[in-house]
């Protein structure tokens, strides 16, 4: 059986070198972890937990991340099942 249709809870504010992700969802979510493949570079970051309405800011550096760098989010939702989110700078 398959899920509903389910919204990215996030909005990610792109203000280099500095990018906040934003819980704009009704519901917490746990696990939150950010990477980023391409040119980028990314400073560690723990899992977080994240309420509605809170956020987590992380600091991207690197030359031409409009280009060659992708930003993938991964959380889980309160029922444990795990969600993978990408982003293009």
């Known amino acids: 059986m398959y899920e509903d249709a389910y919204r990215v809870p996030f909005q990610l504010d792109r203000t280099p070198p500095t ?3 934003t819980n704009i969802g009704d519901e917490p979510v746990h696990g939150v ?4 493949h391409g040119a980028g570079t990314l400073a560690a970051n723990s899992p977080a937990k994240l309420q ?3 956020g987590l800011e992380v600091t991207i550096t690197g030359e031409q991340l409009a280009r060659s760098s992708i930003l993938v989010v991964r959380w889980f ?10 982003a293009s700078f």
């Open 52 to 54: 509605p309405g809170e």
């Open 19 to 21: 990018y906040r992700l």
């Open 77 to 86: 939702r309160p029922s444990g099942t795990e969600y993978l989110w990408r």
């Open 33 to 36: 972890a950010v990477t980023i």
